[in-house]
């Protein structure tokens, strides 16, 4: 990732430095520091309220517009001023009256350590939705239906939507689906005794343990991120670059 911080300045050890200090023209307001190709949710809750750019890192990236290799040829035009800025919601969640924590991605019940089921019971707006017994559940904004949700065999939904999805974790029936509802609904979760006491992740870094009757709220975030992408950016082109779909078999011979 890559986070705003002081203007005119770069807070990295590459040749990058020297990009921003040789960029003329019209200035931007969102100079980047590099971090990581995944924010975790300290930087999450600290970069709320601040533009980020995504530097390539890892692994597939969707939010990471721009590989190491293009760093001066792509940074320095967004650094003029050229870039497309785009918001995405976060949700955040709450164990009974507990702090808030928040995620970009996704917010995760899961079995903790043992490979076990779970059980729980799902209520938007107040009003019963089901009892689970599964591996957990998975609660992703759009940014995160690309991330664990899909590999939950969750829908890829557009970013600009306004909408939460609720993905289950190998549930123990033949008709559980994933379920997608309004950002602004109300998300409850209760835990119901079992003899394996779930945890609560966060972005898949901050671990919460619960116990049985824990009450968890999970809701959209007021703030949102801000993400500054080239010129260039295209949501689809990514989609199809890093899933392969642009990929054809060869012709039959």
Do not use: C
């Not at 999450?44 to 990471?64: D, E, S, Y």
């Not at 293009?70 to 507990?98: A, C, H």
Request: glycine share 6%; net charge negative.
């Amino acid at each position: 990732w890559a986070t705003s911080q002081s203007p005119n300045q770069l807070k990295t050890n590459r040749p990058i430095d020297r990009l921003t200090q040789q960029a003329s023209g019209r200035q931007t307001d969102e100079p980047v520091d590099e971090q990581a190709d995944q924010p975790t949710n300290q930087q999450t809750n600290q970069q709320a309220n601040k533009p980020v750019i995504g530097i390539h890192r890892g692994n597939l990236g969707f939010l990471t517009d721009i590989d190491p290799q293009e760093l001066e040829t792509t940074l320095k035009p967004m650094l003029q001023g050229r870039y497309v800025k785009e918001s995405r919601f976060l949700i955040e969640g709450q164990i009974n009256e507990n702090s808030w924590d928040n995620a970009l991605n996704d917010i995760v019940l899961f079995a903790g350590e043992a490979a076990q089921l779970i059980t729980f019971e799902v209520f938007i707006n107040d009003q019963f939705v089901y009892r689970q017994r599964s591996d957990g559940l998975i609660i992703a904004t759009p940014t995160g239906s690309t991330a664990y949700a899909l590999s939950a065999g969750g829908p890829i939904v557009a970013p600009d939507l306004n909408v939460i999805l609720l993905v289950p974790k190998y549930p123990h029936n033949l008709n559980s689906r994933p379920l997608i509802v309004d950002a602004q609904a109300k998300i409850t979760l209760h835990v119901l005794a079992d003899h394996v006491l779930p945890r609560l992740s966060f972005d898949g870094h901050n671990t919460r343990e619960l116990k049985i009757g824990d009450t968890v709220s999970l809701r959209q975030q007021a703030e949102p991120l801000t993400l500054l992408h080239p010129n260039h950016y295209d949501y689809y082109q990514a989609l199809r670059q890093k899933l392969g779909w642009a990929n054809q078999l060869p012709p039959v011979q």
